[in-house]
């Protein structure tokens, strides 16, 4: 049974770091990418960064270039997002998935996620 349990979420000061832990099991992570995506109220989910299991190709969308990191250390099973510098608009419920892993397609897309966590909410507020 496929299982991704994320922690790590809270309440931050705009500028503060937080770091989100996902922990997966019932599958190897060495077929499957690891994506990290958020959804604000009102807005749709999004991707946020992604890594490969097949080869640790790292994705990252915009909002998160040059501020976040996606990290994986697969003797744990669990794969982390690193956030600093983070800002009001980063609020939101953070999910990692178990996404479809090819060169073909960015992990980001949640068109290829086959499962989700049950989601971390982080709240950046001064």
């Known amino acids: 049974q496929v299982q991704l349990v994320e922690s790590g979420g809270g309440f931050v000061q705009p500028g503060g770091s937080l770091r989100l832990s996902c922990v997966a099991s019932?599958?190897?992570?060495?077929?499957?990418?690891i994506g990290w995506f958020r959804q604000a109220p009102g807005k749709e989910r999004e991707g946020v960064s992604c890594i490969s299991g097949r080869d640790g190709t790292i994705y990252y969308e915009d909002q998160g270039k040059g501020r976040f990191t996606i990290s994986s250390d697969k003797s744990k099973n669990t794969v982390y997002l690193q956030m600093n510098r983070l800002k009001p608009e980063d609020t939101a419920v953070y999910y990692c998935a178990q996404v479809a892993d090819s060169p073909r397609f960015p992990c980001t897309d949640s068109g290829y996620v086959a499962h989700w966590g049950q989601g971390t909410q982080v709240t950046v507020s001064s």
């Open positions: 019932g599958f190897d992570l060495d077929y499957f990418a």
